[in-house]
C-alpha cells in the first residue's frame, strides 16, 4: 500500500496539496484528473521518490517494483525489439550474469541461472516484446529496425512497449494514449484492465478512463479527492455538489440547450440503427456530463462559415498514391453541408493521407477531385501547433488573419479557449502543450470554415477542453472528417463512420463497439500467424489454461443472471419515480422539496441502471469470448 498521510507539497514557491491524505491498495486502478497546473505529474514524481514533501509522510513498501514510462527515448542503434526488452531489468541482469558464467566455465551458476530465465519467462522475452510492440501498431518488420529510424512519436510508443515488458507491482503511466492511433488505444485499454498490479494513471481520454480504472482521484483545491467508480461516475458526483451551486445554474441551463438542440438535429440525420442506439444511448448522458463541466473555463463555438456550397467538395474514381505507393483506389464520395464522419482504419491504412488529399495537399494520382464555389476548408493537424509563430501573441495572429476585427472581438473570442487577460498578450513560446493546440484550435475556428478536416484534434487537450470541444463540433453547422482516437469525442460528434481497408474507403455499417469487434478478430488472427513461429507454452500449462477458462464459465453465467435481476429491480424503480413524477401535485410549491428529492433519486437510480448494464454487457461479452475459443 501507498500512504500519503497529511502531506504538503510546493512547486516554485506555491503549494500544489496542502494537508491532503491518500491510501492506494494493491490491485487499485485509479484515474488522477484536475485541471492543468495542480500537481499530477508533481504526484508521480512524489511516489517515484523525485520530490520530497514540505510536511506529512510518506510511505512507499521498499520492496515494491515501481515502473514509469519515460517521456523521452534515448537515440539508441538497436533494434526495437531489444530496446524493448530492455525494459525487463531482471531479465538482462540474468543474461549478462550467465554470459559471464559461461566465460568462466561455472557450470553450477549456469545452472542456477538458467532456472531464473525460465522462471521470469525470460526465454519468451522476444515473443512477448513483439507481441507488444504489434499491439502498439509496430510491424513484424519494425521490430528489428534502429530506435533511431523512429519519429518521436513512434519512440513514445516504444517507451510504453518498454514499460509494459515488465510493469512491476506499481505502474504509473502519464497521457499513454498521446500518440497512440485508436487502435493501439483500444489494444493498450484491453492489456492495462488484466494489469494485476497498483496503476495510477493520467488521462484526458475519457472513455479510456471508464474502460480501466475504478477509483478517480481528483486533485482541485490543493487536496487529493478519492472518488469511488469510473470517470462517468465522478462526473455524476461531482454534477450533483456542483448542481447545488446556484451562481453555475444559468451557465449549466445553456450547455443542456445546445445539447438538446444537437439531439433534435441528430435524430432528423440519423439513418443507421446500431449507430443511433449507440448515440442515443451516450445523449442521454450528455445532461450529467455538462452539469459537471459547468465551471470549465472553456465555452466557444466555431463561427457559423458565411457561404455553403452543396456538395463542398467531391471525388470521383480518385487513387491516391503516398510517393510511389498507392494507398486508395476508385474512391469516390462527396462531403455535404452536416456530413459528420468518423473515420477509422489501421495505422498507416491512409487516414491521414485522405484527409491531405481532400485539404489539397497531396495531388490525385488518378480520377477527379471538385471545389464547390464556396468551399472553405479548416484544417488541424498535430504539424499546425509547429506552424504557430512562437514570437507572436494569440491575439496577433487572430488579428493577422482579420485586419478588420476590434480587439474587443477578438478578446472575447480568445477569451472562450481561456487565453484570458494579459495571457492573450503574451508570446507564444513559453506556452504549454495544451496551450498550444487549444490555441492552433482557435485559429482554425477564427476563419469561419465550412468543412472541417481534424487529424486527432484531442492530442495535448486536457478533459475540460475535450469537452468544451465535443460541444462546439456538435453545434457546427458544415461538414467533418475527423480522426481520432477518443471514442467519446467520435460518438458525440459523428453521424456516420467511413473504414479504410485494404486499399478501399467503405461505408462503415455499426458502431464503435463493432469496430472494436472487428479488431479482435482481426487481432485473433494476426496472433495466430505469429505464435507459429514461436515458442508455443507447454501442453501443460495449455491443459492448464483450458482448466481455468472451464472455472469462468459457472461463475460469469451466475454473475450475469445477478446482474439481470439488479437491472430488472433499477427499472422497476425509475418506473415507479417516473409515475411520480407524472402527476401535477409534485410541481406545487409546497412540494418542492419532495421534488428535488426525487429528482435526486431519478439520477441515482439512472447511474446505477447504466454501470449495471455495462457490467452485463462486459460480462456477456466474456461469456462469448469463452464460448468461442473453448
Same mark, same amino acid.
Given at each position: 500500500?501507498?500512504?500519503?498521510?497529511?502531506?504538503?507539497?510546493?512547486?516554485?514557491?506555491?503549494?500544489?496539496?496542502?494537508?491532503?491524505?491518500?491510501?492506494?491498495?494493491?490491485?487499485?486502478?485509479?484515474?488522477?484528473?484536475?485541471?492543468?497546473?495542480?500537481?499530477?505529474?508533481?504526484?508521480?514524481?512524489?511516489?517515484?521518490?523525485?520530490?520530497?514533501?514540505?510536511?506529512? /509522510?510518506?510511505?512507499?513498501?521498499?520492496?515494491?517494483?515501481?515502473?514509469?514510462?519515460?517521456?523521452?527515448?534515448?537515440?539508441?542503434?538497436?533494434?526495437?525489439?531489444?530496446?524493448?526488452?530492455?525494459?525487463?531489468?531482471?531479465?538482462?541482469?540474468?543474461?549478462?550474469?550467465?554470459?559471464?558464467?559461461?566465460?568462466?566455465?561455472?557450470?553450477?551458476?549456469?545452472?542456477?541461472?538458467?532456472?531464473?530465465?525460465?522462471?521470469?519467462?525470460?526465454?519468451?522475452?522476444?515473443?512477448?516484446?513483439?507481441?507488444?510492440?504489434?499491439?502498439?501498431?509496430?510491424?513484424?518488420?519494425?521490430?528489428?529496425?534502429?530506435?533511431?529510424?523512429?519519429?518521436?512519436?513512434?519512440?513514445?510508443?516504444?517507451?510504453?512497449?518498454?514499460?509494459?515488458?515488465?510493469?512491476?507491482?506499481?505502474?504509473?503511466?502519464?497521457?499513454?494514449?498521446?500518440?497512440?492511433?485508436?487502435?493501439?488505444?483500444?489494444?493498450?485499454?484491453?492489456?492495462?484492465?488484466?494489469?494485476?498490479?497498483?496503476?495510477?494513471?493520467?488521462?484526458?481520454?475519457?472513455?479510456?478512463?471508464?474502460?480501466?480504472?475504478?477509483?478517480?482521484?481528483?486533485?482541485?483545491?490543493?487536496?487529493?479527492?478519492?472518488?469511488?467508480?469510473?470517470?462517468?461516475?465522478?462526473?455524476?458526483?461531482?454534477?450533483?455538489?456542483?448542481?447545488?451551486?446556484?451562481?453555475?445554474?444559468?451557465?449549466?441551463?445553456?450547455?443542456?440547450?445546445?445539447?438538446?438542440?444537437?439531439?433534435?438535429?441528430?435524430?432528423?440525420?440519423?439513418?443507421?440503427?446500431?449507430?443511433?442506439?449507440?448515440?442515443?444511448?451516450?445523449?442521454?448522458?450528455?445532461?450529467?456530463?455538462?452539469?459537471?463541466?459547468?465551471?470549465?473555463?472553456?465555452?466557444?463555438?466555431?463561427?457559423?462559415?458565411?457561404?455553403?456550397?452543396?456538395?463542398?467538395?467531391?471525388?470521383?474514381?480518385?487513387?491516391?498514391?503516398?510517393?510511389?505507393?498507392?494507398?486508395?483506389?476508385?474512391?469516390?464520395?462527396?462531403?455535404?453541408?452536416?456530413?459528420?464522419?468518423?473515420?477509422?482504419?489501421?495505422?498507416?491504412?491512409?487516414?491521414?493521407?485522405?484527409?491531405?488529399?481532400?485539404?489539397?495537399?497531396?495531388?490525385?494520382?488518378?480520377?477527379?477531385?471538385?471545389?464547390?464555389?464556396?468551399?472553405?476548408?479548416?484544417?488541424?493537424?498535430?504539424?499546425?501547433?509547429?506552424?504557430?509563430?512562437?514570437?507572436?501573441?494569440?491575439?496577433?495572429?487572430?488579428?493577422?488573419?482579420?485586419?478588420?476585427?476590434?480587439?474587443?472581438?477578438?478578446?472575447?473570442? =480568445?477569451?472562450?479557449?481561456?487565453?484570458?487577460?494579459?495571457?492573450?498578450?503574451?508570446?507564444?513560446?513559453?506556452?504549454?502543450?495544451?496551450?498550444?493546440?487549444?490555441?492552433?484550435?482557435?485559429?482554425?475556428?477564427?476563419?469561419?470554415? /465550412?468543412?472541417?478536416?481534424?487529424?486527432?484534434?484531442?492530442?495535448?487537450?486536457?478533459?475540460?477542453?475535450?469537452?468544451?470541444?465535443? =460541444?462546439?463540433?456538435?453545434?457546427?453547422?458544415?461538414?467533418?472528417?475527423?480522426?481520432?482516437?477518443?471514442?467519446?469525442?467520435?460518438?458525440?460528434?459523428?453521424?456516420?463512420?467511413?473504414?479504410?481497408?485494404?486499399?478501399?474507403?467503405?461505408?462503415?455499417?455499426?458502431?464503435?463497439?463493432?469496430?472494436?469487434?472487428?479488431?479482435?478478430?482481426?487481432?485473433?488472427?494476426?496472433?495466430?500467424?505469429?505464435?507459429?513461429?514461436?515458442?508455443?507454452?507447454?501442453?501443460?500449462?495449455?491443459?492448464?489454461?483450458?482448466?481455468?477458462?472451464?472455472?469462468?464459465?459457472?461463475?460469469?453465467?451466475?454473475?450475469?443472471?445477478?446482474?439481470?435481476?439488479?437491472?430488472?429491480?433499477?427499472?422497476?424503480? =425509475?418506473?415507479?419515480?417516473?409515475?411520480?413524477?407524472?402527476?401535477?401535485?409534485?410541481?406545487?410549491?409546497?412540494?418542492?422539496?419532495?421534488?428535488?428529492?426525487?429528482?435526486?433519486?431519478?439520477?441515482?437510480?439512472?447511474?446505477? =441502471?447504466?454501470?449495471?448494464?455495462?457490467?452485463?454487457?462486459?460480462?456477456?461479452?466474456?461469456?462469448?469470448?469463452?464460448?468461442?475459443?473453448?
Amino acid at each position: 500500500m501507498i500512504s500519503l498521510e497529511k502531506i504538503s507539497l510546493q512547486r516554485s514557491g506555491n503549494y500544489l496539496l496542502n494537508d491532503s491524505s491518500l491510501a492506494i491498495f494493491s490491485g487499485q486502478h485509479i484515474g488522477v484528473t484536475g485541471a492543468n497546473g495542480t500537481g499530477k505529474t508533481s504526484l508521480f514524481k512524489l511516489i517515484l521518490g523525485e520530490l520530497s514533501v514540505e510536511s506529512g /509522510n510518506v510511505q512507499i513498501p521498499a520492496k515494491a517494483g515501481i515502473a514509469h514510462m519515460a517521456q523521452e527515448v534515448d537515440y539508441k542503434d538497436i533494434a526495437a525489439v531489444e530496446y524493448v526488452i530492455d525494459g525487463d531489468q531482471k531479465l538482462r541482469q540474468a543474461e549478462k550474469a550467465l554470459q559471464v558464467a559461461e566465460e568462466q566455465h561455472d557450470h553450477d551458476k549456469i545452472g542456477k541461472l538458467h532456472e531464473t530465465l525460465h522462471n521470469i519467462d525470460g526465454y519468451n522475452a522476444h515473443y512477448r516484446a513483439e507481441q507488444l510492440l504489434h499491439g502498439l501498431g509496430f510491424t513484424q518488420e519494425d521490430c528489428q529496425r534502429s530506435v533511431q529510424a523512429f519519429s518521436g512519436g513512434w519512440r513514445i510508443r516504444l517507451n510504453l512497449a518498454q514499460v509494459l515488458m515488465n510493469p512491476g507491482d506499481i505502474l504509473l503511466l502519464d497521457e499513454p494514449t498521446n500518440h497512440l492511433d485508436l487502435d493501439a488505444t483500444i489494444w493498450l485499454e484491453q492489456w492495462l484492465k488484466r494489469f494485476p498490479g497498483s496503476l495510477l494513471l493520467i488521462s484526458h481520454d475519457r472513455d479510456f478512463l471508464d474502460s480501466v480504472v475504478q477509483h478517480i482521484v481528483h486533485i482541485e483545491h490543493k487536496k487529493l479527492n478519492l472518488y469511488r467508480g469510473n470517470y462517468s461516475a465522478f462526473e455524476h458526483q461531482r454534477a450533483e455538489s456542483l448542481a447545488q451551486q446556484q451562481v453555475l445554474f444559468e451557465k449549466q441551463q445553456l450547455r443542456i440547450k445546445e445539447i438538446e438542440r444537437f439531439v433534435t438535429r441528430f435524430r432528423a440525420k440519423a439513418t443507421k440503427a446500431r449507430q443511433a442506439q449507440s448515440r442515443l444511448k451516450e445523449l442521454d448522458r450528455m445532461q450529467e456530463i455538462a452539469a459537471a463541466h459547468v465551471d470549465s473555463p472553456f465555452n466557444f463555438r466555431i463561427p457559423d462559415a458565411p457561404k455553403l456550397s452543396d456538395p463542398l467538395i467531391s471525388l470521383s474514381d480518385a487513387s491516391i498514391a503516398y510517393g510511389e505507393d498507392v494507398i486508395l483506389e476508385k474512391v469516390k464520395l462527396s462531403l455535404h453541408p452536416g456530413s459528420c464522419i468518423g473515420l477509422l482504419g489501421a495505422n498507416g491504412a491512409g487516414k491521414s493521407t485522405l484527409i491531405k488529399t481532400l485539404m489539397g495537399e497531396i495531388a490525385l494520382s488518378g480520377g477527379e477531385r471538385v471545389e464547390g464555389e464556396h468551399l472553405r476548408i479548416g484544417y488541424f493537424a498535430q504539424h499546425q501547433m509547429e506552424a504557430l509563430d512562437l514570437d507572436a501573441s494569440p491575439l496577433v495572429q487572430l488579428r493577422r488573419l482579420t485586419p478588420k476585427a476590434t480587439e474587443q472581438e477578438i478578446r472575447n473570442y =480568445l477569451g472562450g479557449f481561456n487565453f484570458q487577460g494579459d495571457k492573450a498578450l503574451e508570446a507564444v513560446r513559453p506556452f504549454s502543450g495544451g496551450e498550444k493546440a487549444r490555441l492552433a484550435l482557435a485559429i482554425v475556428a477564427w476563419q469561419k470554415p /465550412n468543412l472541417l478536416l481534424m487529424d486527432e484534434p484531442t492530442n495535448h487537450l486536457d478533459l475540460e477542453m475535450r469537452h468544451a470541444l465535443t =460541444l462546439a463540433l456538435q453545434a457546427y453547422k458544415g461538414a467533418m472528417i475527423v480522426v481520432s482516437h477518443d471514442r467519446h469525442l467520435l460518438r458525440n460528434c459523428v453521424n456516420e463512420f467511413w473504414l479504410i481497408n485494404n486499399n478501399t474507403l467503405t461505408s462503415f455499417d455499426g458502431d464503435l463497439a463493432d469496430y472494436q469487434q472487428l479488431l479482435s478478430s482481426a487481432d485473433k488472427q494476426s496472433n495466430s500467424v505469429v505464435v507459429e513461429s514461436k515458442t508455443k507454452p507447454a501442453a501443460k500449462e495449455q491443459r492448464q489454461e483450458a482448466a481455468a477458462k472451464r472455472e469462468q464459465l459457472s461463475p460469469l453465467k451466475k454473475r450475469l443472471k445477478k446482474l439481470e435481476n439488479e437491472i430488472k429491480t433499477q427499472q422497476a424503480a =425509475l418506473k415507479e419515480i417516473e409515475e411520480q413524477l407524472s402527476g401535477n401535485e409534485i410541481y406545487q410549491d409546497e412540494n418542492k422539496l419532495e421534488l428535488q428529492s426525487i429528482l435526486k433519486q431519478r439520477g441515482s437510480i439512472k447511474a446505477k =441502471l447504466f454501470d449495471y448494464e455495462e457490467q452485463w454487457l462486459d460480462c456477456q461479452e466474456q461469456l462469448d469470448s469463452f464460448q468461442l475459443s473453448a
